[in-house]
Nanobody, 115 residues
Framework: QVQLVESGGGLVQPGGSLRLSCAAS??????MGWYRQAPGKQRELVAD???????NYADSVKGRFTISRDNAKNTVYLQMNSLKPEDTAVYYC???????????WGQGTQVTVSS
């Protein structure tokens, strides 16, 4: 049974920072990543990373967010800097055998950017 345990969401002011973490139990997947879903919008990819360290970012977060991965701990992180109100969403951790095709999801963690 694969379990993904997320942490790190919360309320932050515009321009602030947050760090999300997601620990996966069970199998080590090829790709780990973060998606987000804002109210009334579709879930979208934020960033993902392969076991070898290849990263992929949404254009809207490039230069502000950094994804990293600790393979020994089977954990993925998302460092979010210069946060904007439009970053407000529920952020979901994902793992996949094939990039772009998530196999499992975390429970989601709320990120709210507001003054």
């Amino acid at each position: 049974q694969v379990q993904l345990v997320e942490s790190g969401g919360g309320l932050v002011q515009p321009g602030g920072s947050l760090r999300l973490s997601c620990a996966a139990s069970g199998v080590i997947f090829s790709t780990m990543g973060w998606y987000r879903q804002a109210p009334g919008k579709q879930r979208e990819l934020v960033a993902d990373i392969t076991r070898g360290g290849s990263t992929n970012y949404a254009d809207s977060v490039k230069g502000r967010f950094t994804i990293s991965r600790d393979n020994a701990k089977n954990t993925v992180y998302l460092q979010m800097n210069s946060l904007k109100p439009e970053d407000t969403a529920v952020y979901y951790c994902s793992v996949a055998w094939m990039r772009g095709r998530p196999d499992y999801w975390g429970q989601g963690t709320q990120v709210t950017v507001s003054s």
